[in-house]
């Protein structure tokens, strides 16, 4: 600010857009110089200003060996890299076995590209064959009972809820949610699935913010073994 009041260019209607980057940059530089610390966590928003606030922590990272944790608000990541619990022939994914299900897929769906990273224990022709453990699918707790059932019964198999490992009680997302792990008996049709998942009341609606989620995602993905994406 101090700069830009003190010159006369900032009056110049041609070099406008050219100062305001210089302001941008300036402003990234100053966040990032006067209240960014090692070993901090430091949460990323969104914008073209935040673009150079980033430039200088990663040249901080770099220059000063910083131990820093970027946790990004934005919604224009342009890769994501993700594990997963199995990757079938089609490579549709299931996700899910830490129960970070819907944080994942949120912020999957935010990046260009999605890379999933998975050894050779995870490749399968058919899901179910290597991840026993069922699909996970994120549910709003008061419509577990009702989500288990209905999708026994239109898709056959068991969703079971998951459990602390103490037994105490069940597992609570980051969301306040529960999770189902559905033990599926046969090979689907994953995308109509998927879709007719959504649609049971709690695990999902559009308009409501502790939504839900089953995951299979379809994807690319690499491992020592195949090197295709
Ligand atoms: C967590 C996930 C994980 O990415 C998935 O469970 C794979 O984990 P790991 O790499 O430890 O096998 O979906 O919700």
């Known amino acids: ?18 100062m305001a980057e210089e302001a941008k940059k300036l402003a990234g530089y100053a966040a990032v110089d006067n209240h960014v610390q090692n070993n901090q966590v430091v949460g990323v928003g969104s914008g073209s ?29 342009d890769v994501a890299i993700d594990g997963a619990d199995e990757v079938d022939a089609a490579l549709t994914l299931i996700k899910g076995g830490g129960g970070c299900l819907t944080q994942e897929k949120i912020v999957a769906s935010c990046a260009k590209h999605f890379i999933v990273i ?22 709003i707790p008061m419509a ?6 209905t999708i026994a019964k239109r898709f056959g198999g068991e969703a079971v809820l998951r459990m602390a490992v103490s037994k105490a009680g069940p597992v609570v997302t980051d969301n306040s949610n529960f999770i189902l792990d559905w033990k599926f008996e046969h090979i689907h049709n994953w995308k109509e699935v998927n879709i007719a998942i959504k649609m049971i009341p709690g695990t999902h609606t559009h308009t409501h913010t502790h939504t ?3 995951t299979h995602w379809n994807c690319c993905w690499c491992s020592p073994s195949y090197s295709g994406l």
């Open 144 to 149: 577990y009972v009702p989500v288990s059932r």
């Open 49 to 77: 200003t935040i673009v150079y606030a980033v430039d200088r922590l990663a040249e901080r990272v770099r220059q000063e060996k910083l131990n820093i944790v970027c946790v990004p608000t934005s919604f224009q990541l």
């Open 118 to 139: 998975a050894d050779f224990r995870k490749d399968s022709s058919a899901l179910g064959q290597q991840w026993k453990k069922g699909v996970p699918i994120e549910v």
């Open 1 to 18: 600010r101090h700069k830009l009041k003190h010159t006369r260019l900032f009056r110049s209607p041609s070099n406008t857009d050219d």
């Open 212 to 214: 839900h989620t089953h």
